[in-house]
T-cell receptor
Framework: DGGITQSPKYLFRKEGQNVTLSCEQN?????MYWYRQDPGQGLRLIYY???????QKGDIAEGYSVSREKKESFPLTVTSAQKNPTAFYLC?????????????FGPGTRLTVT | GENVEQHPSTLSVQEGDSAVIKCTYS??????FPWYKQELGKGPQLIIDIRSNVGEKKDQRIAVTLNKTAKHFSLHITETQPEDSAVYFCAASETAAGNKLTFGGGTRVLVKP
């Protein structure tokens, strides 16, 4: 099956710890994205990547970091500098960044930091 | 940057009735407007989209209309069914900004049997 996988589905961490969320796609898409979703709110863009070894900050990048070493993988690290890390995190991909194509979303990871 | 407002935030309809969700956007350069459906605990899925060279698009019970002059677009669901219950998001993007979407705040739709 083609698609986007995110793991784990639920993640619990203590305050002050960094945590990395996994995102893998087998759609052969060039562009990948990370969004954050808070209860009752829309999606906000954290980081996006147009191609391997390239990524750009979105609207709320502070306290987050990413890497894009492989086309199919775009892991997100939530650092201890992120003030309110508890949220639902969604990864997405699209054919490329420069054309207006559908973004395909993964199932999400719910992160709880206490 | 782009700002997208979505109304209402919640919508309760009787099965078989129609549901309408409205969005406004701020950037006149926006030219792509997708609608996503999100079921509980899952990622959003595209249900329909429209580009700025089209005023209306239909897909079975779902339709989207776009008014570029007024900078608003709407989702219409006819003959609603219980499985239409979900959260719906509108979004906007412009070619110059690449495929970066700005999302509305979402509408929780409940279809009562």
């Amino acid at each position: 099956d083609g698609g986007i996988t995110q793991s784990p589905k639920y993640l619990f961490r203590k305050e002050g710890q960094n945590v990395t969320l996994s995102c893998e796609q087998n759609l052969n898409h060039d562009a990948m994205y990370w969004y954050r979703q808070d209860p009752g709110q829309g999606l906000r863009l954290i980081y996006y990547s147009q191609i391997v070894n390239d990524f750009q900050k979105g609207d709320i990048a502070e306290g987050y970091s990413v890497s894009r070493e492989k086309k199919e993988s775009f892991p997100l690290t939530v650092t201890s500098a992120q003030k309110n890390p508890t949220a639902f995190y969604l990864c997405a991909s699209s054919i490329d960044l420069n054309s207006l194509y559908e973004q395909y979303f993964g199932p999400g990871t719910r992160l709880t930091v206490t | 940057g782009e700002n997208v407002e979505q109304h209402p935030s919640t919508l309760s309809v009787q099965e078989g009735d129609s549901a309408v969700i409205k969005c406004t956007y701020s950037d006149s350069a926006s030219n792509y407007f997708p609608w996503y459906k999100q079921e509980l605990g899952k990622g959003p899925q595209l249900i329909i989209d429209i580009r700025s060279n089209v005023g209306e698009k239909k897909d079975q019970r779902i339709a989207v209309t776009l008014n570029k002059t007024a900078k608003h677009f709407s989702l219409h669901i006819t003959e609603t069914q219980p499985e239409d219950s979900a959260v719906y998001f509108c979004a906007a993007s412009e070619t110059a900004a690449g495929n970066k979407l700005t999302f509305g705040g979402g509408t929780r739709v409940l279809v009562k049997p």
